[in-house]
């Protein structure tokens, strides 16, 4: 059994829906002890609330049990000891390892020596496992994941790339409102600085963070301003549009405290989402019905 989940792309459309469908049972109640018995390690780079809370209350109700690393116990990937040999130690001890990283790339030298299956819980390239879970707010929201169109304002970053990626799976438009420089450098990515064009027929509104951690922080960051999520720019979408956020949030900068606590943002409900989606995730995995 070795099914990586470094990136959107390492599922299906068909594996993303199934994942979804296993998420909206969990929240239905329907839960089992896939992981009895299992071990998993979690090892983290950066700091997280929602994907370290949900990932260790998961797995605890999926009946398995996990071991938590921060750099400060083991370094981080390739500084203590070569990547390659903390994969093969992992590998002895554990089952699945669950891991946030700075370098995407030092992920993929990990997993390709690692033995056990290994998911991304942030990189510097992508966020899969949010992605997972804004989709099954999408869902809960709009009735579908397909079909709808999807305004992501502001950095170009790894949040913004597994969700263009996900539009390119399952068929939503997707559409990145941000200033030139901090586009992302994928050509075939629908990128636009014109607001008003971009934000017309909206169903879906997204923003992160300006500055994501690890990246240096911005100099030019007013250059975003304009692409500030708030009560003027919410209007430019439809009236039913819905507001999402992966948090944390840094409220007066990418967004404004009336939008991030307004009617239409869902960012509390797509927090808890991570919960059920993780669970799902995993259950997949170690059910091996990948
Ligand atoms: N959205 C998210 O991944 O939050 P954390 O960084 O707190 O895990
Ligand atoms: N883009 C943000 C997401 C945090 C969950 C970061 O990488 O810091």
Redesign the pocket.
């Known amino acids: 059994m070795k099914k990586d989940f470094l990136s959107i792309t390492d599922l299906s459309k068909e594996q993303i829906l199934e994942v979804l469908n296993v998420a909206a049972n969990e929240k239905r109640g329907a839960t089992s002890e896939i992981l009895r018995g299992k071990q998993i390690a979690l090892y983290f780079e950066k700091p997280s609330l929602r994907t370290k809370a949900s990932f260790e209350v998961g797995i605890h109700e999926l009946g398995g049990n996990f071991s938590y690393f921060s750099t400060v116990d083991v370094g981080k990937l390739g500084e203590r000891e070569s990547i390659d040999d903390f994969a093969k130690v992992l590998s002895g001890y554990f089952d699945l390892v669950v891991a946030r990283v700075f370098e995407h790339e030092n992920l993929e030298k990990f997993a390709e020596v690692s033995e056990i299956p290994v998911i991304n819980a942030?990189s510097d390239r992508e966020?899969p496992c949010?992605i997972l879970a804004d989709l099954l707010t999408i869902r809960d929201k709009l009735g579908r994941v397909n079909n709808f169109k999807l305004v992501y304002l502001g950095d170009g970053?790894?949040?913004a790339l597994s969700l263009a990626l996900a539009a390119e799976i399952l068929g939503f438009e997707f559409v990145l409102a941000g200033p030139k420089k901090y586009q992302l450098e994928y050509p075939q990515i629908k990128q636009t600085e014109n607001l008003d064009e971009a934000l017309a027929e909206t169903d879906v509104i997204y923003t992160?963070?300006w500055n994501?951690?690890g990246e240096p922080k911005k100099s030019d960051e007013t250059i975003l301003t304009p692409f500030q999520l708030n009560a003027e720019v919410l209007k430019k979408a439809k009236p039913s549009a819905i507001v999402l956020h992966?948090l944390?949030a840094h409220r007066g900068k990418e967004i404004t405290d009336e939008v991030l606590d307004g009617p239409q943002s869902v960012v509390f409900a797509q927090a808890a989402n991570r919960l059920p989606v993780q669970k799902a995730l995993l259950a997949k995995i170690f059910a091996q019905t990948f």
């Open positions: 942030l966020h949010q970053n790894n949040v992160d963070t994501s951690m992966c944390p």
